[in-house]
T-cell receptor
Framework: GAGVSQSPRYKVTKRGQDVALRCDPI?????LYWYRQALGQGPEFLTY????????KSGLPNDRFSAERPEGSISTLTIQRTEQRDSAMYRC???????????FGEGSRLTVL | QQPVQSPQAVILREGEDAVINCSSS?????VHWYRQKHGEAPVFLMI?????EQKGHEKISASFNEKKQQSSLYLTASQLSYSGTYFC???????????????FGGGTRLMVKP
């Protein structure tokens, strides 16, 4: 596809359930980033990959959050035992190299009831 | 620590100029600027690297003063399409950890009226 694709676009889940959010980056982009954006706020860094290697996960809030990019392309962000405070827009972004323009996806809006 | 943006909001008439400031309490290697329209993804505007260079993008330009740890975004002769929320993202303090692990400010809402 032409841009970064994320799915699902909207996810409503009950507290305690696990969710998996998927990101399909722009073909050939080396770096993939996960950000979280609260309403009216700037994006907040979570984690990033170069190819399949997770380079930094310092932004993940706690150990309920994990991410993978096993083949260096599609990435999945998993949130276990969701809590209401996890509700937010989760945005994936890719970049052709580690430093440079970030191409953001449309995001996955997660609502935890 | 999150950079501080000012003003928080600004309303302009088409054709007027605006300046958006971004200030950090920590040393910076890079400052990134993005614009986000309501309900859409953030879109890249430009990156400024340590060295104080000023970059331009049509009628939008920016400067970076690494000594003051500040960046400013200049919008001249604003157009209706400039409306949106502008975010600065800071990286650094060195090239090794600059990357795109950005810390974004709270945003500046810009509205351009006819």
């Amino acid at each position: 596809g032409a841009g970064v694709s994320q799915s699902p676009r909207y996810k409503v889940t009950k507290r305690g359930q696990d969710v998996a959010l998927r990101c399909d980056p722009i073909s050939g982009h080396v770096s993939l980033y996960w950000y979280r954006q609260a309403l009216g706020q700037g994006p907040e860094f979570l984690t990033y990959f170069n190819y399949e290697a997770q380079q930094d996960k310092s932004g993940l809030p706690n150990d309920r959050f994990s991410a993978e990019r096993p083949e260096g392309s599609i990435s999945t962000l998993t949130i276990q035992r969701t809590e209401q405070r996890d509700s937010a827009m989760y945005r994936c972004a890719s970049s052709p190299r580690e430093t440079g323009e970030l191409f953001f996806g449309e995001g996955s809006r997660l609502t935890v009831l | 620590q999150q950079p501080v943006q000012s003003p928080q909001a600004v309303i302009l008439r088409e054709g007027e100029d605006a300046v958006i400031n971004c200030s950090s309490s920590k040393a910076l290697y890079s400052v990134h600027w993005y614009r986000q329209k309501h309900g859409e993804a953030p879109v890249f505007l430009m990156i400024l690297l340590k060295g104080g260079e000023q970059k331009g993008h049509e009628k939008i330009s920016a400067s970076f003063n690494e000594k003051k740890q500040q960046s400013s975004l200049y919008l001249t002769a604003s157009q209706l399409s400039y409306s949106g929320t502008y975010f600065c993202g800071t990286g650094g303090p060195s090239p090794n950890n600059a990357g795109n692990m950005l810390t974004f400010g709270g945003g500046t809402r810009l509205m351009v009226k006819p």
